[in-house]
């Protein structure tokens, strides 16, 4: 236990490490490197030998013996050095080469076990949760602002400015989403002549928010397939020069999610999770017909457990007979702060729509239920997006099977505004 004369010392390292202290400890820290990196390589006799250098090290700068401890750093290098015939000390790229490398497979790790980050790529959840979002500016004059505002909005609140113009008289013959760096999406569009144009934000962003579609006449397919898909031949006239699409898109927030903790516990009704949709028929079916590339996991809000019935009448949830009591279903039922409540779904649904083991009804009208499966190893979840009116969701496509859960929202990492935690 430190006495207290040594406190001083202890608090003056704390806030400021003496040049040769932090030397001294680089060369432990490197002599510690050495032997346990080449004990395979080493002779016993070589191993005692620096094992009693990095001892001596330790002793000299505890006892903060200036003199010693640069005697000890000489020995304990040298002893390295002559350990073994073609060894040669690490230089500081190579140093910084393995830090890195470190680096990325601990957050691989952490990626693959605990958390990973997705980004939110439509307006299903909001206003808990931001997708991609398109506002469309009509003055024909409008010019982008400046580097240093766009600079700006880019970081708090992740927004970005497009002004699409038309290379060249030809047709529009198709638009695609593209994914870059698997955080950012991008839209694609395609000409007769060759010609590409990639802007940002999604194929609903650019088609239905900055305008594209209004101006040229587009129509769409459950806000997905712009009269777009595989060997169709519909085009769209352009004129070189003709503003197709302008405005800002803000991108979806970048949420963290908690890989760990449903393997330790049962999902909870009223929060937001994320799941896989590899196993959800209609999503796959869909996502085949229109050649797009669907996103492999969606997040909602768990509105449903197994064993519940639910039953929506405008705009409230009733679970089980009783109007939902969690705090986010709540919030959704409040009809305050961008909330809207909840909405039973088109009746076409439950005529089109192949359903799953355990959906007994469709939630197209208010007398409407559904129950959940549970047990059996077929336990079944109900997800809801929070922009209920604007959500594919359980609603259409069925319940989420156990085995397609990840886990549950955990944090908003960017843009900045909405920085926080997810409830």
Partial sequence: MSNAAEIPLLVRDYFWKPKWKKEALGTLKGGQKFLNYKRDLLEQDRVDEISSRIKDLKEVIRKRDQDGVKEACKQLQGTCE????????????????????????????????????????TGSMQ?????????????PNWKKPNIVKQGFEKLTEGRTYVKAIAPADTEIVDVREKRWFWFFTKTDVFFANGQKIRLNGSPNAVINGLGM??????????GENYGFVAGG???????????????????????LVDKFSYHFRTPKRGEVFVFETR?????????RMNDQNRG?????????VPGDSLQVQA??????GKLASEPGMKRVMSLEDGYQGYFNAPEIVSRTQKRPQGYRTALNTPTSKIELAKGNGKDQYFAMGDNSANSSDSRYWGP???????????????????FGFIR
């Avoid at 579609?213 to 459950?222: C, E, V």
């Fill in 296 to 304: 492999s996991h969606y997040i909602k809000r768990l509105v449903g």
């Fill in 213 to 222: 579609g209004k101006k040229l006449n587009f129509y769409s397919n459950d």
């Fill in 127 to 139: 206003p808990t949760l931001n997708g991609i979002i398109g506002n469309s500016i009509e003055d």
């Fill in 82 to 121: 002559h350990s073994l015939k073609s060894y040669r000390p690490p230089d500081a790229l190579a140093d910084n080469l393995e830090v890195f490398f470190v680096a990325i497979a601990v957050a691989l790790g952490i990626r693959a076990y605990y958390v990973q980050p997705f980004r939110i790529p």
């Fill in 279 to 287: 196993g959800i028929e209609r999503i796959v079916s869909e996502a």
């Fill in 233 to 255: 031949n519909r085009r769209f006239p352009v004129k070189k020069g003709q503003v197709l699409a302008q405005g800002w898109v803000d991108t979806g927030d970048l949420v």
């Fill in 315 to 320: 705009p409230s949830l009733f679970i089980n």
């Fill in 400 to 418: 989420v099977d156990e085995y397609l859960l990840v886990g549950p929202g955990l944090f908003t990492l960017w843009p900045i505004e909405n």
